[in-house]
């Protein structure tokens, strides 16, 4: 069967679309920037991609006609203050192009909307919901509480609470209940939905055995890392302190941790389990599903993470508008040196970041981030995915991977911390030789003043740098 997939470079896309193959069917992968899909080798030749926009319904024109299925994965709760309005265009101009095509059936990973009072995250996703389920096809949404594996947006933000907070003063809301639900789980639910005329016209909660607290979620994890921590709850923060809170503490950015908080005071707990039963599923524990993630972890094969979404720095962007870096207008700091070993200067560049750090001046690197995270800007909390491969349009600490080609022996980076400007960082090697060049364009006084203000740190900072990644060892 042919299926279309939207969000293909989505933390569930990613993970759906080799279960899609593997299952025989022939997958659309929708995509905003096909320069940033980078697909397994091993199914390359089993998919064909269009690049198209739901804002945009003159780009939803490449749909095929003769598609059976399709797959709404999008959401965009931490994109823009707005989101509510975006997402529903965006449902409603998918569910226009899709009145052109043949499509069977239709599947929408939705939230558990069980409560008459919904935060705004919630009711975006009911929303959603009934206008795709307007369509003249058959419809299945399946709706969704908290998402644990490794890389998900609620796994991150646990992860970040317990392991770097021995204590915890916290809001009332730790004590709302929930039914989290491992990610292998909502992608079996997900790929035995599809064209199940069991499933057709209907809508399912998905999750795992355990109703539990946030704060019972929080000790358990702190359980299977064998950590002891001790949470305090008092009724006295604010929404938009807790927000706040969760922004500094862990690795969301404000947006997302402003949607999460208010969400979190909304039950999300599954009426039954009716889906379990009809595709003979039995899900994780949560215990289990902790597990397996850090399983995936250890094993460096995280196949998806949040914070690689382009919403992760607040950013709508595609890689064709920064990929040219510029020189007209622009501070430029170039470097080059001879490199001793190629191999081993190459390696050093491709783990660079994250927990390796950038070789000099580490804590200069960590003062930029924090003062960046205090402004707003994503700091260096979002480290990098995998510690030994760099993709294209993947984060990197607070740069975007904008052209990596390790046998061309180059690698391109755009800032997204919060800048009176725009900055690239490049790395080439080419004749034996390492060239290292930030660029600057800076946007009135403010960023002029800015380059001239930091220019004293690139001088040791940047040396330091290119030295270390030219060293034999």
């Not at 309005?85 to 069980?114: D, M, P, R, W």
């Not at 607290?213 to 064998?226: D, G, H, I, S």
């Not at 899900?283 to 979404?309: C, E, G, H, M, P």
């Not at 491709?350 to 930029?368: F, P």
């Amino acid at each position: 069967m042919k299926i279309v997939l939207t969000g293909a470079t989505g933390y569930i896309g990613k993970r759906i679309l080799p279960a899609l193959i593997e299952a025989g069917h022939d997958v659309i992968c929708c995509v905003r920037d096909a320069k940033r899909f980078h697909p397994p080798a091993s199914i390359q030749d089993k998919i064909s991609i269009i690049e198209m926009d739901l804002l945009d319904p003159k780009s939803l024109e490449k749909i095929p006609k003769d598609i059976d299925g399709a797959y709404y994965l999008v959401h965009s709760m931490s994109a823009s203050s707005d989101y509510e309005t975006l997402e529903q265009q965006s449902a409603t101009n998918f569910c226009a192009a899709l009145e052109k095509t043949n499509i069977q059936h239709v599947v929408y990973l939705s939230g558990i909307v069980n409560e008459s009072d919904l935060s705004a995250h919630l009711s975006s996703r009911k929303n959603v919901e009934e206008i795709l389920a307007k369509g003249k096809y058959h419809f299945t949404a399946l709706r969704a509480g908290i998402i644990i594996g490794s890389g998900s947006a609620s796994f991150e933000i646990i992860r970040d609470l317990v392991e770097k907070l021995p204590y915890m003063i916290t809001p009332k809301w730790l004590l709302t209940k929930c039914q989290p639900i491992g990610v292998t789980d909502v992608i079996t639910f997900l790929t035995k939905t599809i064209f199940n005329p069991k499933t057709f016209d209907q809508n399912f909660d998905i999750g795992g055995p355990d109703i539990l607290t946030y704060k019972e979620m929080l000790l358990e994890f702190a359980n299977v890392r064998n950590l002891k921590r001790t949470i305090i709850i008092v009724p006295v923060m604010t929404p938009k302190l807790s927000s706040y809170w969760l922004y500094f503490v862990t690795s969301t950015t404000y947006k997302l941790a402003t949607a999460l908080v208010d969400s979190m005071k909304v039950e999300v707990v599954c009426r039954n389990h009716d889906l379990n039963t009809i595709l003979e599923i039995k899900a994780l524990t949560y215990r289990q599903a902790l597990k397996k993630a850090f399983l995936k972890i250890d094993s460096n094969s995280i196949v998806s993470s949040w914070k690689d979404a382009y919403a992760s720095s607040g950013n709508n962007m595609l890689i064709s508008d920064f990929i040219n870096v510029p020189s007209h207008g622009c501070f430029i700091d170039h470097r080059e040196k001879v490199i001793k070993n190629k191999l081993v200067t190459i390696n050093k560049i491709w783990s660079i970041g994250g927990t390796n750090g950038w070789y000099y001046g580490n804590w200069l690197w960590k003062s930029r981030g924090f003062m960046d995270k205090i402004v707003g800007g994503v700091g260096l909390r979002r480290g990098r995915t995998n510690i030994n491969a760099l993709n294209v349009g993947d984060a990197l600490d607070f740069w975007r991977i904008l052209y990596a080609d390790k046998e061309e022996g180059r690698l391109l980076l755009y800032a997204e911390m919060k800048l009176p400007g725009e900055a690239w960082l490049e790395f080439k090697i080419k004749d034996n030789k390492l060239t290292q060049t930030a660029t600057f364009r800076p946007l009135g006084l403010a960023g002029r003043l800015y380059w001239y203000a930091v220019l004293p740190f690139h001088g040791f900072i940047f040396k330091g740098m290119l030295d270390a990644l030219t060293k034999e060892n």
